[in-house]
């Protein structure tokens, strides 16, 4: 058993060290545990200008911003390590689904690269219509799917923080701001605002009441 342990750990190691390295494009420092939580959570740290803080990683280990994140309060930790840690203990048929729809943009992408390919040749413009539709829609089913996944995790780290230390972690993770205009467009697309969670939960709240009432 010893010697499956250390076979497992070092696989789940090796493999986020690789996926770092990547991904990021840097190395992966020693693992290391933080203690903004009620229970201790290993994290692999990483130094990055990237607008990622944290990522959960296929096998679930979780990839941790050093260099971004090493000046936040303990209430922003917090509300990133929710974050990722709803990510992680997500069901794995859904993040299986979110995984797949990877492939699907890359299809869409594909696609209306071919569509402005075929219309640069002459093609009928019904024709590269269909195919450009056809990978929008490819592309589009992705971001949905995206957006669900992060709308459910931040609305499962509203649940934990509630909403005055959730709005109090957004309002310093909001003064960092986003470098980038592709990365700006990026975020709007995926990533739900501060008050449309708190719609999001008002709105669960009240149909709670109705069946409680």
Known sequence: MGYLHRLKR?????????????????????????????????????????????????????????????????????CILRHELSH???NPILRGLVYGTTMWCAGGLITVGLSIGLLLEGAPLPAVGVVFALGVL????????VRVDETIAEYDAFRYLGEGKFIE???????????GFLTRIWVRLVYPTTDEIITIHRGIQRIQSKFTA
């Open 10 to 78: 070092w696989l789940i190691v090796t493999f986020t060290n690789w996926f770092v390295r990547l991904t990021k494009r840097t190395k992966a420092e020693e693992p290391k545990t933080l203690n903004v939580l009620n229970e201790p959570i290993e994290v692999f740290p990483f130094s990055t200008n990237s607008h990622i803080l944290a990522q959960v990683t296929p096998i679930g280990t979780i990839l941790w911003n050093q260099s971004r994140t090493e000046d936040f309060s303990e209430t922003t930790k917090e």
């Open 88 to 90: 992680k203990k997500r």
């Open 138 to 145: 490819l592309i589009s089913v992705f971001i949905a799917a």
């Open 169 to 179: 972690a957004h309002q310093e993770l909001s003064d960092v701001g986003e470098t």
